[in-house]
Structure formats: structure tokens, C-alpha cells
């Protein structure tokens, strides 16, 4: 409903009120492990490829163990993005509960989660093109939602949707280097480094 | 500061050149655009060169950052730094015959320079690839720019010097430091020059050059910038004042020693590379503390951000120049940069910073100054609406495309089969990147599609006006006003 009807769905999270627990173990945990889980799936049947002939197949258990890591970087992303939100609020006006942020990411991450199905088949190249739009269209979200569901002014809400992604863009990256470190001390594909 | 002495009666500003900059400046983007996406389209497909060698990959891509570092970039710094340098001294312009002087003779040198690239003449050194000739000519305009700039500073009818004239300083200086010791050289001939410099030296000198150039025009240079606009589009004065001059000198002493961590594993000196290294690490600090500062000064300005689709841009660029200012640092890591060195993820960084910082935060200036400076409403402020969207969508596709084509090319590379050998071949690795290139053109095709509506919308609202007559406030102050009521 939410990704047909942005606005509509999002008038109704600003007037229902959740509780933060709620909201987590309700939604975003089980939203969190489809990405992890298709990996693995896709990684196991298909190999991991970045668009050469032979795919990388790596031993189950190092499969087993990234997915891991991918599942609790999602949560770490997803509650360390809400209480930011929580703390950045205060300066844009918005004193919506822990809950309606945890509610709001749930909604905005959504595209994203329903991108991740492409992890079945993990070519990088095909990943990207499909996240890629589904990042916009989360950014387009966020954009529209924040001021509803927390109830603050559209111009005070497009300040704070900027901060968030300035947060957001940092934790990628960081993801992408801690990923790159983990691979040259060892974890990861085989590396002449 | 007792012994400035307030000039009696203060003129009007003179803008003209300034306008004249910012037209020259938006040209200079889209030709730069223009030579980027067609530049983009070859890595495509290679036959687009038409085997003719001015379009050539490596002739059409030094065109291109010519035209949009030394055209578009400059052009717009020397625009709004004349803009501001007069509205927060107070006073008319320096020797205005002479700031015209710096207009014309800068156009021609970014004329010279690329018909000079189209040739295939060129210095060997990235980002000052332009011979000797014109590295004189250059020399030469720069001198008067600071003449301009500084002369006015001199004049000015307000005792504190504002913080952006301290960044517009900055850059003037350096860049001519950087400048004359990077391009001394020994011509052989009009055309043709070898450096005075060889080997790891030569290295050394090249990326001291290059990584301040990033540092005092695209960074420096574009935080002058910031602190007139921000304050003044927002209605707010800066958030917190004494931060922005801490920084500042932070900010010019760390950056100063960060070129090497572009030659790591290189020929140089390990201990340099380390040192390089620490102090990427250490500038995260002041950049992050001058971002910070920013947002804060827009965080209450709600009321502007509805009228304004200039600031909008503004505050996007702000969040851009936070991931370039956490990427870069990141990549100077030695354990990142030797996956992420040499690849288009380097490229990705640039272009976040390039476009998602650089690009928009100047376009975010022009739309709060065009219609400032002839006293007409913007245009069309849909069309700017639109132009914001498709600026995001442009940066994200350019970006992820090369995070996902660095990573793809740095794997590769070092991977290694059974027999530890190289597993994968150049040519492998370079097709496995086609697809990616492709989502890069599209990205970037949509950036200088939003570009275009801009220069459509900045151009109607300019036809027919003339720049308005605007005198400086006839109370000299004792401290500047950024927010304040001047125009
Ligand atoms: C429409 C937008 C643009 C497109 C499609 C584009 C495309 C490109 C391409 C294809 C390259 C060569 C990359 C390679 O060698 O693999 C490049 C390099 C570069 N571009 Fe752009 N560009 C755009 C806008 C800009 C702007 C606005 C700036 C600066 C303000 C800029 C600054 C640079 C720089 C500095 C490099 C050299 C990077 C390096 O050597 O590491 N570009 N660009
Ligand atoms: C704290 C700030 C920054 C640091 C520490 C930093 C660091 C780096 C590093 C490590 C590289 C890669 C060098 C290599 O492996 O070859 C790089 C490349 C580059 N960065 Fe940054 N960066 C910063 C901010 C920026 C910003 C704001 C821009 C603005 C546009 C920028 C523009 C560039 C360019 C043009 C290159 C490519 C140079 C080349 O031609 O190889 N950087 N930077």
C-alpha cells in the first residue's frame, strides 16, 4: 500500500502512534533478513559475479558468515539512522517518539528491501541497476514522508531529509570501506595484496 | 585596525562583471558537460571517437576538466568573490578596469587552453596540462585577480574582514603559489616544455599541486562562497562565527600536507605517504566542523526555503560535501586506496564532489544572484524544481555506477587463481566495466539535462534586464552583517 499510495499511507502513520519495540520486532527485523537471506540464497546457487566469465564461489560458511554481517550492518544502519533522526529532530521542530521514526525508515527502506530480491542472482551490475532506482525512489520518500509522519514544517522536513542522507551516505561509505579493509587482511575473495 | 581610513563617499557596486562572470561561468559548464557526457559515451562505445584525433578519449577528457576546473569553476569564483568582496567591504569594486581586464583575458586563456588540448599539446601533468605560454599568461591574469580582490579588501569600509574573504584569499594565494612552482618548466619549443622537476620529485611537486588545487579551489574557493550565500539566502547569520575562522586556519594548515596520499605505493618515501596519510585523517575534522556549521545556519530559515529553490541546492550540497569529505580521508587509508586507487572509484569521488558539492552548490548561488543583480524574479521556479530532482538522480547514478565499477576493477585485479597468478586480463576486467559506463552516461546525461534547464531559466530571466544600480549601505559598520539587509 505504502509504495502505491505514498501519501495516503503516510497520513496515517502521522496520526497512529506506535510503539518503538512494536515496530522493530514487528516489521523491520523480518524486513532486515530478506536482503541477507536472498544473498545467501543467491550466493550458494549462483556464485557471487562481477561480470567475468567465472563467477566467485565462496564455501558456504564464509557465505554464512558475511550474510551475518550484512544482516546486522542493516540493523546497526536501521536503528543507528533512527535514533540520529530521533537527536536531529529536536533542531527541526519534530518531537514525533522513537516509534514513528523506526515507523518512517520501515517505510522509506521498503523499495530498497523489495530491490534486494535481486540478490538471488548476485551479478554486481544487475544489483546496482535495480537498487539504484529503488535508492531514488526511498530518497523520493523520504523527502515527501518526513515532514508527515513527524509532523514538522515541508521546509523544515526537506532540511532534516537532507541531513539524514548526508548520515546515510556517510555509513555506506564507511560500509563499503570497513568491507574493502575486512577483504585485504584476508576475509573475503582472494586478493594478491 | 585604527589606521583604515573610511573613503568619504561610497559609489555604487559595480556588478556588471559580475553578471558577465556568471553568464561565462554557466557557458563553461555546459560545454564542459557537454565534453564529460560525450567523453562518457566513448568508454561506451569507443568508436565514437570517429577516429579523429581531437576526439579522442584522452584529449576530450582533458578538454573537459579544463573546461569545467578552469572555465566553469573559476569563472564562477571570480563572479561571486567580486560579488561578495564588495558587499562585505562595503565598497566598490577595486580598479573595475581592471577586474573587466581579468574577464576577458581569463576567457581567452580557457580558450586558448582548450583549442590548445584539441591539438594535443599538452605538459604531461594532470590539471595543468596547459603549456608554457598560456602557464605565463595565467600567471600574469592571476596577479591582477589578486590585485582586484585584495585592493578591495584594502578599502574596505568595515574593519572585520568576513569570513568568506578570508577563503576567496586563500584561494587566490595558493592557487598562485601552487600554480607558478608546479609549472616551472624549460620550453623546447611554443609548444612544448619539459618540468624542472624529475622522477619522485616530480611526483611529489605534482600531487602538492594537485591535491590543493581540490583543497583551496574546489574546497576553499567554494566555502568563500558558502558563507556569503548560506547566511544570506537563509536570512540567518552564521551559526557559529568563531568556528568558521577556527576552522579555516585548521583547515588551510591540514590540507597543505595531504597531496602524497595520492602516490601511495609509489616511488616516494613510505614515511611520506604515511605522514600524508595521518593528515587526511586529521582534516576530516575542520570539514566536518565547516558542514556542521552550515546546516546549523539553515536549520531554523524555513520561511526562505519555501521562496527559494536556490537554497535547496545548497543545503543537497551540503550533504554532498560531507560523503567527499568522509570518502576522501577513507581512501587515503592505505588499506582502502590499494583496491581503490587507479579505479573508477576515484572517479565516483571526484564526481560526488565535483557535481554533488561544486556544481550544486554554485548553481544554488546563481539562482539566489541572477535575479538579484537584475532585479527580476526568477523565471520559472518549476523549472528549478525540476532541475533539483534531476541534479540528485544524476549524482546518485554517476556515483553508485563507479562505486560499484571501482570495486568491481579493484577486485579483479588482485584477483588471483589457484596458482597465484593474476586470474583476470585487462581486456576482461575493461568489459566487465561496459555496463557500468553506461549507467554513468545515463546519470550524467540527466545532470546536464538539469543543467540546461538552468541556463534556460537563468537566461530568461537575464534577457532584456539590465543589472540593477546598487549602492553599498552609507553607514560604514564595525562588524560585517551577512544577514543583514544589504542586497
Ligand atoms: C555531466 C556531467 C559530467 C560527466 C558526464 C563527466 C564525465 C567525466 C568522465 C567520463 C571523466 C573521465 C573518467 C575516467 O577517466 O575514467 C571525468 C573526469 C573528471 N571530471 Fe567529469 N563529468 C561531468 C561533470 C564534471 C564537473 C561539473 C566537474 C567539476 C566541477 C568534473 C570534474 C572532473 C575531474 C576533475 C575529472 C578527472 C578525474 C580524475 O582524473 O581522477 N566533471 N568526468
Ligand atoms: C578531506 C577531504 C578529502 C580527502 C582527504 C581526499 C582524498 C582523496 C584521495 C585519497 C584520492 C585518491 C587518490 C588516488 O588513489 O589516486 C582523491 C582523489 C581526488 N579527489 Fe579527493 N579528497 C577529499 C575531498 C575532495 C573534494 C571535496 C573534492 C572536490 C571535488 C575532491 C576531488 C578529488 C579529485 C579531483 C581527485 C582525483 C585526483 C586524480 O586525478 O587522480 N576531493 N582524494
Known sequence: MVLIRPQASFVALSEAHFSALHVFVRLALWLGMMPPLCAYVGMTKHGWQLGTVEPLMLPKVTIGVICALYFFALLFGFISAAIIGRWMAGTYGATRDLGAHFALLVVVGAPLVLGSLMHLYPDVFLNLLVLVPCLIWSMFLLYRGLPIVLQTTPEQGMLMASSMIGYLFVAFVSLLGISVCLWVYGIGPRLGV | MAAIKWPAAPTTYEDDVVLAFTIAAVLWSLIGMAAGVYAAAELVWPALNLDFAPLTF????????????????????????????????????????????VFFAWQLIVIAGAVSLFMGANAGKEYAELEWPIDIAITVVWVIYGVVFFGTIAIRRIEQIYISNWFFGAFILVVAMLHIVNS??????????????????????????????????????????????????????????????????????????????????????????????????????????????????????????????????????????????????????????????????????????????????????????????????????????????????????????????????????LSLDELGQVRYGFNEILAALQPYYLLRLLGGSAFFVGAILMSINLFMTISGQRTVTVAPPTTSMRSPAPAAGTP
Open chain 2, 58 to 101: 584522452g584529449r576530450l577528457r582533458t578538454v573537459h576538466t579544463n573546461a569545467v576546473l578552469f572555465g566553469f569553476a573559476v569563472s564562477a569564483l571570480m563572479g561571486t568573490s567580486f560579488y561578495t568582496v564588495q558587499r562585505t567591504c562595503h565598497i566598490r569594486i577595486f580598479a573595475p578596469n581592471l577586474a573587466w581586464t
Open chain 2, 184 to 413: 616551472l618548466a624549460i620550453p623546447v619549443s611554443a609548444f612544448k616544455s619539459y618540468s624542472l622537476y624529475a622522477g619522485a620529485q616530480d611526483a611529489i611537486v605534482q600531487w602538492w599541486y594537485g591535491h590543493n588545487a581540490v583543497g583551496f579551489l574546489l574546497t576553499g574557493g567554494f566555502l568563500g562562497m558558502m558563507y556569503y550565500f548560506l547566511p544570506k539566502q537563509s536570512e540567518r547569520p552564521i551559526w557559529s562565527y568563531r568556528l568558521s575562522v577556527l576552522s579555516f586556519w585548521a583547515f588551510a594548515y591540514s590540507y597543505i600536507w595531504a597531496g602524497p596520499h595520492h602516490l601511495h605505493f609509489s616511488a616516494i618515501p613510505e614515511w611520506v605517504q604515511t605522514l600524508a596519510m595521518v593528515m587526511s585523517l586529521i582534516l576530516l575534522a575542520p570539514s566536518w566542523a565547516t558542514m556542521i556549521n552550515g546546516i546549523m545556519t539553515v536549520s531554523t530559515a524555513r520561511q526562505k526555503l519555501r521562496e527559494d529553490p536556490g537554497l535547496k541546492l545548497i543545503v543537497l550540497s551540503l550533504a554532498f560535501y560531507g560523503l567527499a569529505m568522509f570518502e576522501g580521508p577513507m581512501m587515503a587509508i592505505r588499506s582502502v586506496n590499494i583496491i581503490s586507487h587507479f579505479t573508477e572509484w576515484t572517479i565516483g569521488h571526484v564526481h560526488s564532489g565535483a557535481l554533488g558539492w561544486n556544481a550544486l552548490i554554485t548553481f544554488g548561488c546563481f539562482y539566489f544572484m541572477v535575479p538579484r543583480l537584475v532585479g527580476q524574479p526568477l523565471w520559472s521556479v518549476r523549472l528549478a524544481n525540476i532541475h533539483f530532482w534531476l541534479a540528485l538522480a544524476g549524482v546518485m547514478l554517476y556515483v553508485l555506477s563507479m562505486w560499484g565499477a571501482g570495486i568491481t576493477q579493484g577486485v579483479l585485479w
